[in-house]
Each structure stands twice: as C-alpha cells, then as structure tokens.
C-alpha cells in the first residue's frame, strides 16, 4: 500500500494541487456530458411532442 | 482542357484587375500587421531578427486568410459558379484555374514586398532570400488549403471566421517550415530540408486539394 | 455473405433498426466503462509506485495519456464513419461521425488540463510546448472547426458531406500536424522537454494507463451511443416511428 495515512493520500506528497485538480476536473467534465446528454435527450423528446401535438391540431382544423 | 484553364485564368484576373482596390487590401494588410509588431514589443534589433520568421510568416498567413472570401464567394452570388459546375469542363481545372489566379493576385504580392519588410527587422540577405523563397513554395500550398476551406463554407452565415477557425489549423505545417527555414538560415544551420518539406507539401496540395474543393463545391450546390 | 435469409449485414444501418439497437447495448457500456475505470484509478492510486524524480505528480499520466489517445482514436473513428457516410451515402454512419466529435473534443480538453497540471510541478510552467500538448492544442481546433462547420449549415445532408470532407482532410493532416510539431519542438527546445518521457515505465503505470484507455473507450461509446439517439431522433422527427417512440399519435 502506498499511503500511510488518509491525509497522506490526501496531500499527495505535496502535489495535491495538480493531481486532484486533474482528477477533479476529469471526473467533472465526464458528468457534465454525461448530464448534458440526459437533458439534451428530454429536450429533444418535450420538443418532439410539442411539434407532434401542433402537427396533430393542424390536421385536425384543416379535416 | 488548357483551354478551359487558360480562360479561368484570364477572367479571374481580369475581373481582380478591375477590383484592384480589393487585391490591395490584403497587401496592405499584410504590411500594417507586420509594421504593428516592433510597434507591439519594441525596436530592440536582436529580438526583431529573432522574431521575424514568424511575424512575416503568421502575417502572410493571416492575408492568405483573408484574401479567400474572394474566392469562390462572389462567383457563387452571381451564378458563374453554377455555371462552372455545370459545364462540360472537369471541375478540378476549373477550380485549378481559380486557385492559381487567387495565388498569383494575393500570394505572389506577399512574396515580391516581404524582402522590404525583412529590412525591417533587421533581417541579414540570406535569411531575405530564403524567406522569398519559402513564401513562394509556401503561399501557393496556402491558397490550395484555402480553397477548400473555402468551399466547404460557401454561403454559410459567418463564413468569414468559420474559414479562419477551419484552415489556420490546417496552415500549421507550412508555417512551422516556412519560418523554420528563415530561422535556420539566420542561425546557420542550412534551410534545405525545410524548403524541401514545403515542396513536398505543395506536391501534396497539388494534388489532393483541387479536387477536395471541387467534392467540396458540389457539396455545397447541390 | 452480405445477405442471407436471416440476417444481413446492413440490417443494422438504418437509423430505425439502429436506434433500439443502441439503446440496449448503451447501460453496458457504460457498465463496462465504470468498472474499468475503478479498476484503473485503484491501480493508479494504490498500487503504482511513487516515482523517484517526479513524486506523487505522475500520476496524472494515467489521465493524461489515456485521454489523448482517445482523442486522437475518437477523431480517426470520426473521419471513417464521415467517409463511409460521404462515399456509401448512408444517414446513419454520418450522425454517428456527428455523434463523435462531442466527446472526441473533450477527451482533448482533458489532456490538455491534465498536461498543463503535470507540466506545472515537472517542469515549472502551465504550458509547456511540447510536441504532444501542441499537437493535442491544434486537434481541439480542428474538433471545433468541425462542430462549428456542422452548426452553420442548415441541411443536415449537406452539413453531413462538408463535415465528412473536412474530417477526411483533417485525418490526412493530423500526422502531417504531428510529425511537423515535432520536428519543430526538438528544435527549439531540445529532447528535455518531452512529455512523451514519462520515467522507466514500471509494468504497473503501463497496466494502469492502458486500463484507463480501456475505461475511456468504453465511456466513449457509451456517450456516443446516447447522443446518437438524440441525433436520430431528431434528424428523423418527420418518420412514423420516431413519431410512435415518442409516444405522439397521427
């Protein structure tokens, strides 16, 4: 095992600055798609009804 | 088929002739960019000499640049391109011909004033002959990565920067021989092997770009 | 081979048929994706060695260099389902490509973050030029330019071609980029300075990174995967069936 101690691991013989500052950012970059993908697939679908919905009417008071 | 090229040719710079305040632009830009440097970080000679390969080579990159909305744009308004598409001619020596009158109206001015702006900075006569040397091998390869830029964003809104962010990446290459070689003939290590990758570069444009950018036009008329 | 009764080979390339198809494997992937990635960040934090000259601060090659690998496989995969899109005309393979360039673009991002990070205490600036970083640099540029050339047109077919031939040319380019910047850093800088160096690869940091790649791959898909069904779903709005997934009625 490397690490002595919790705030050993923590400290990152002094580099905790950059070796988490990388992690960090990386793992945060990853969510964000990760959620802009969720959003961007329920706006996509609200989207769709809406269009489907209007479409729907249009037909419906041109019959 | 030479025909067709010729005729390009001389329509393209017979109408750059008639618009010869539009050609200037790019020249004059090309100086006022270059002069803006010393002005920016001081006339110290040795950082001049120093940095010179690379503002003379960025600047004519960045007039290149700007020079290509000419392109195919105001053809395309008019409908010459369409025309041009639909002709019997092989499309690559039509677009062949655009390429080298667009070199020989805004690359080539570049070549003959870019000695004179060496001066500027204090650049000895040999790096001044390499560096009119590499920009002539170099400014055609730029107009030939140009023009397929140009063509991919034929009619797109907010072409002009999008053609900018599309072939500067692509430009990398030359720049990095062509100031390369002005650099190495001011240290004296011999600038052979960077003119020789550049003609290697415009060998490789020669041949692939005309007829991306021709794939390109129809893309964008279809 | 192509066809036979039962299956075909193309069955696969419509959009209709891929759409399911793609929502079933995703959550896999994405399963596959954090598994190897634990097992790659507790290789890279609890078993790989403190290294002698750069301390605890190597550790960040085993983001670093899995994410540039990425970016530089996502854009190659990008460029050949753009081509096989332009050459065989097929929707799907092209908003596959489209697909791609998201993640391809922040695969980049993160190794340049990480490489500034792990330049800053080896070798004392936030931007080192070396060949690796600068290369990395000009591929988030041609990334962009795809992304942005795609955003501008409006027909999505024609958007589709133009960004096949700028990714084609882009392919064609990125070694060329490569071997250029190279050159061009050893020049200036000598062989001191490379990034490439990470020091005597122990076999654990070489496991680590390649499960880490590994992890990111399969992250890859998994995202590319998800986007795609947007991207099909609206680019095909106008079909029966996107109308029915959707849960509209005629």
New interface residues.
Partial sequence: ???HSWSD?LA????A???W???A??LV??IV??VA?VM??RG??ER??K???AR?RN?ETEA | MIRALGWVLRRDLLLAFRRRGDVANALVFFVIVVSLFPLGVGPEASQLRNMAPGVLWVAALLACMLSLARLFAPDHQDGTLEQMLLAGEPLVVLVMGKVISHWLVSGLPLVLIAPLLGLQFDLPGDALAVLCVSLLIGTPVLSLIGAVAAALTLGVRGSGVLVALLVLPLYVPVLIFGAGSVGATAAGTGAEAHLLLLGGFLALALVLAPWASAAALRIAME | MIKSERFSWFHFSSPQTFYPLAGTLQPWFAAAATLLCAAGLYLSFFVAPTDAQQGEAYRIIFIHVPAAWMSMFLYLVMGFWSGVGLVLNTRLSSMVATALAPTGALFTFIALWTGALWGKPTWGTWWVWDARLTSELILLFLYIGFMALQAAIDDPRRADKAGAVLALVGVINVPIIYYSVQWWSTLHQGASVSMKSAPSMATTMLIGMLIMALGFWMYSIAAVLARVRCVILERERHTEWVMEEVGGQA
Wanted: aromatic letters at 22%; charged letters at 10%; proline letters at 0%.
């Fill in positions: 095992m490397n690490w691991f990152m013989g002094g580099y600055l950059y070796v500052g990388s992690y950012v990386t970059v990853l798609e990760i993908l961007r697939r996509v679908i769709l009804a269009f489907y919905a729907r037909h």
